[in-house]
């Protein structure tokens, strides 16, 4: 499968945006699906996370704030965030994997495919 992530740019503190995922080759349904995050010089973070059935996990640092959805016809997974703050700003990109278990949805490492990353900057 092929992500294609899209929907970053620059928004000020307070402000929402709305983040894309789309896939290509194979249907996102039979995929679990996670955004991640990587800021310069620092290590890359787990956002948030959706089952194919449907659950939804989240980092502690976004929980309340953004919310992980998928539209398994459009094959996509979205990432609405709002609220967001100067620290969320990142590179966050999205990935995928079929046969995850719950334990591991947090590591990046566990992830078989990749997008290639979305820009989004948050002015203060």
């Known amino acids: 499968v092929q992500l294609q992530a899209s929907g970053g740019g620059l928004v000020q503190a307070g402000g929402s945006l709305r983040l894309s995922c789309e896939a290509s080759?194979?249907?996102?349904?039979?995929?679990?699906v996670g955004w991640f995050r990587q800021a310069p010089g620092k290590e890359r973070e787990f956002v948030a996370h959706?089952?194919?059935?449907?659950?939804?996990f989240y980092g502690d640092s976004v929980k309340g704030r953004f919310t992980i959805s998928r539209d398994n016809p459009l094959n996509t997974v979205y990432l609405q965030m709002t609220s967001l703050k100067p620290e969320d700003t990142a590179v966050y990109y999205c990935?995928?994997?079929?046969?995850?278990?719950?334990?591991?949805?947090?590591?990046?490492?566990?992830?078989?495919?990749w997008g290639q990353g979305t820009q989004v900057t948050v002015s203060s």
């Open positions: 080759g194979r249907p996102l349904r039979t995929f679990g």
């Open positions: 990935a995928a994997d079929e046969g995850m278990i719950l334990s591991s949805i947090r590591s990046s490492s566990a992830y078989d495919y």
């Open positions: 959706i089952r194919r059935a449907g659950h939804t």
